[in-house]
């Protein structure tokens, strides 16, 4: 083979070798673009469920917040409504005294009525409330 042939052989190779360089850096290149936006990727990844377990973290406390507050109202209202029938109760026990005492307050003025002077027809009435008071009394 003749000089030129060789050198032309040579430049050739040479040609290749730097188009091999040259592509194999551009496919070192991509290689590392990729292994970057594939770390940034489990990176976002990773940042997504953390925010997804503090959302669920905040959501939890709020509903038990909210659950809390709730049995709170809920035990206010059933407080409330204790005292409300306490003090109905204690208002119909009053009411029942007040009507035993008026009760004893009639029966003793008719027990000291005098039914000698009265008619025959009311001082039978009078004498046989009297008799029923009596045995009202005994019964008690």
């Known amino acids: 083979m003749g ?3 060789e050198k032309g052989k040579r430049k ?3 040609t290749q070798t ?6 194999k850096r551009i496919k070192y290149t991509v290689l590392e673009e990729a292994d ?3 770390e940034e990727f489990y990176r976002v990844k990773a940042e ?13 406390h709020l509903e038990d917040e909210r659950l809390r507050l709730e049995a709170e109202k809920l035990r206010i209202e059933v407080e409330k409504v204790q005292n409300k029938i306490r003090q ?7 009411k029942a005294e007040k009507m035993e005492l008026a009760k004893k307050e009639l029966d ?9 002077v009265m008619p025959e027809i009311l ?12 045995i009202r009394h005994d019964h008690d």
């Open 18 to 23: 730097e188009e091999s360089i040259r592509l």
């Open 123 to 134: 001082r039978l009435y009078f004498e046989k409330l009297k008799k029923k008071i009596m």
């Open 88 to 94: 109905e109760d204690e208002r119909l026990r009053l």
């Open 12 to 14: 050739s190779q040479g």
């Open 48 to 60: 997504k469920i953390e925010y997804d377990k503090k959302k669920e973290e905040r959501k939890s």
């Open 108 to 116: 003793q003025r008719i027990m000291m009525m005098d039914v000698s």
């Open 3 to 5: 000089r030129k042939a």
């Open 36 to 38: 970057t936006r594939e």
